[in-house]
């Protein structure tokens, strides 16, 4: 690894296996639901994978955020307009979270 290397793209590298879990037969992904800040609604995204301790979204590189699935958008009232239907049962959990928000979660790939 080179000394250019940032922190953030260390933590990157070292959590990026996409981790697949069974559930009942099922298979769900592994990964953290993030919350981006907006102007007038917030983008909430699925990202396969967790965050390491420490780390945030906010400390990935643009060029990591590839892998970044829009699972729903909220309003300027933190309510929801839109919501992917692999993420519909952390609807509760998205809905009136603040911009910059993200936490742990699993959902079931998409069809």
């Given at each position: ?5 940032t922190m ?104």
């Amino acid at each position: 690894m080179s000394d250019t290397t940032t922190m953030a793209e260390r933590s990157f590298r070292s959590s990026s296996n996409k981790k697949r879990v069974v559930i009942n037969g099922a298979t769900r992904i592994e990964g953290t639901i993030y919350i981006a800040p907006g102007n007038t609604s917030c983008r909430v995204y699925a990202i396969p994978y967790r965050m390491r301790p420490g780390q945030t979204p906010r400390d990935l590189l643009e060029r990591f955020h590839k892998d970044w699935a829009l699972a729903a958008q909220l309003d300027h009232e933190l309510k929801l307009i839109t919501l992917d239907t692999p993420f519909r049962h952390l609807k509760d959990d998205i809905e009136g979270q603040m911009g910059g928000t993200f936490f742990h979660a699993e959902w079931l790939p998409k069809q």
